[in-house]
T-cell receptor, first 110, second 113 residues
Framework: KNQVEQSPQSLIILEGKNCTLQCNYTVSPFSNLRWYKQDTGRGPVSLTIMTFSENTKSNGRYTATLDADTKQSSLHITASQLSDSASYICVVSANNDMRFGAGTRLTVKP | DVKVTQSSRYLVKRTGEKVFLECVQDMDHENMFWYRQDPGLGLRLIYFSYDVKMKEKGDIPEGYSVSREKKERFSLILESASTNQTSMYLC????????????FGDGTRLSIL
């Protein structure tokens, strides 16, 4: 069983709408959590990184939250744009080990 | 900006061939990584290197080897390619292993026929 579970697997929204992607993890002991954006045919690009003491981190229209007690994170995208269409990957680090979620495929339609 | 360059975007090879995937980073990073990415499975670590000539096995090293003769270059070798190694291969680098975002290349889509 993957130690990092993302939901939904895929999501379609209309341009301008908001959306929230979820990441639940069992990785322990927790070190940090990162969200990456991966455009089709490109490598992942880091959006945010949060440590145990941080419960929210923003990067423009992207806001990540972390609840280390429930081991859940979310990525909220505000006022979506067509360029937000991509896969979003949650990565949880524990000591020298990193675990990747399978990603959520987001499609933004005009 | 950090640049991680993978030598090929697409590669087609035959079963049994020895295949080399090359990766170069330009930021003097200590750590370099090779992953494979398959639908529904996420990225899985094949090998990583924390210094020149140093390497560590990741989660799925079987059928692969690596070489790091220079700090900026990390090569992935498929000793005898098989069809189940058809995948997207991603190289990454980072200054510190922990607490730092990894910088990824754009990937090599490898098909083994």
């Amino acid at each position: 069983k993957n130690q990092v579970e993302q939901s939904p697997q895929s999501l379609i929204i209309l341009e301008g709408k908001n959306c929230t992607l979820q990441c639940n993890y069992t990785v322990s002991p927790f070190s940090n959590l990162r969200w990456y954006k991966q455009d089709t045919g490109r490598g992942p690009v880091s959006l945010t990184i949060m440590t145990f003491s941080e419960n929210t981190k923003s990067n423009g229209r992207y806001t990540a939250t972390l609840d280390a007690d429930t081991k859940q994170s979310s990525l909220h995208i505000t006022a979506s744009q067509l360029s937000d269409s991509a896969s979003y990957i949650c990565v949880v680090s524990a000591n020298n080990d990193m675990r990747f979620g399978a990603g959520t495929r987001l499609t933004v339609k005009p | 900006d950090v640049k991680v360059t993978q030598s090929s975007r697409y590669l087609v090879k035959r079963t049994g061939e020895k295949v080399f995937l090359e990766c170069v980073q330009d930021m003097d990073h200590e750590n370099m990584f090779w992953y494979r990415q398959d639908p529904g499975l996420g990225l899985r670590l094949i090998y990583f290197s924390y210094d020149v000539k140093m390497k560590e096995k990741g989660d799925i090293p079987e059928g692969y080897s690596v070489s790091r003769e220079k700090k900026e270059r990390f090569s992935l070798i498929l000793e005898s390619a098989s069809t189940n190694q058809t995948s997207m291969y991603l190289c990454a680098s980072s200054f510190l292993f922990r607490g730092q975002p990894q910088h990824f290349g754009d990937g090599t889509r490898l098909s083994i026929l």
